[in-house]
C-alpha cells in the first residue's frame, strides 16, 4: 500500500501498508522425522510432506539450500491444493526465487489458497490488487481481501483495512471505521496501527479527542521504536498536553526520533537545545541512554 505522510503541526499521521508477508508454515516438519523420511512421503505423494519438504529446501535446513527444489516441492503439494504450498509458491513467484517471476502467477497461487481461506494468501492478494501487481490496480478488491484477512485476526490487514477506511479508497471515508480498525491492529502490538491511533486521538478524528490516550497509543509504538511516534511523544512532553510538561523528557524522545534520521526531529531537537538549561539536556540525553540500552533488542 502507497505511503502517505500528513503533517499535522507537530504530528504526523503515517498512512501507509506493508508488503506481502512470507509465511512459510503454521505447522513444521515433524523435529522426529529425519529429512529421509519426510522425502519418502513426498516421493510418495503425501502433499503434507511435499510442502515440508520444501520448507527444508527453503531454509537449508538438514538439506543445502535450494529456492529451484523449494519451489518444486511446494508446486507437488499446490497442485495437491495445500493452501500454505500454494502460499508459498505464490510468494516465490512474486519475489523471483526458484521461478522465473511473475505477478500474475504470484496472483493465480494467492487466490487458490486465499479461496481456501488461507489469511496470508488473503492479505497478500489484497496488496497486490493495492498495488496493480499481476492484476488492474483495484481497491474495493484489495478491500474485500484485506477485509477477509481482517476479519481472521491478521493485525496487517486490519491496518490496511484501518487506511483505506481513513482514505476512503475502496470504501466510504470513514474516520470511524478507521479508528475501530487501528485499534484492532494496535491492540495486537501494530506499532503503525499504534502510531495513527495515537493521532487520531490527538486530532479527534474518528474518536473524541483525548491527548491522555494519544499519548498512551504514542508511547506504545515509541517503546517499539517507531521515530514519528517518538518525536510526536516528544512534541506531547514539550507542550504538556497528556502529560505533566517536562523538557528533558521531550528532548529524550525528540532525541531518539532524530537518531532514526528523522529531519523533523533534528530540527525540532536543535531547536529545542537553544532553549533548555544544561542540566535538561544532560538529563534528556541520560534518558536517551536508558531507554536505548533497555530497548535496542527489541526495536532491532
Known sequence: MRSLFVLIVFSALFLGGCAPIWQKTESIPNAAESVEQIREKAEQGDAAAQFNLGVLYYDGQGVQQNYKQAAAWYRKAAEKGHAMAQTNIGMMYEQGQGVPQSNSQAVAWYRKAADQGSLVAQFNLGVMYDEGHGVPQDDKQANVWYRKAADQGDAAAQFNLGVMYYEGRGVQQDYNQAAAWYRKAAEQGHKKAQF?????????????????????????????????????????????????????????????????????????????????????IEEGQRLSREWTAKHQQSVQ
Open 196 to 280: 495513527n491511533l495515537g493521532v487520531m486521538y490527538s486530532e479527534g478524528q474518528g474518536v473524541q479527542q483525548d491527548y491522555s490516550q494519544a499519548v498512551a497509543w504514542y508511547r506504545k509504538a515509541a517503546d517499539q521504536g517507531h521515530d514519528k511516534a517518538q518525536f510526536n511523544l516528544g512534541v506531547m512532553y514539550k507542550k504538556g498536553q497528556g502529560v505533566p510538561q517536562d523538557y528533558a523528557q521531550a528532548y529524550m524522545w525528540t532525541n531518539l526520533a532524530a537518531a532514526h534520521g528523522f529531519e523533523n526531529a533534528i530540527t525540532s531537537r536543535d531547536s529545542l537545545v537553544k532553549k533548555l538549561t544544561a542540566s535538561q
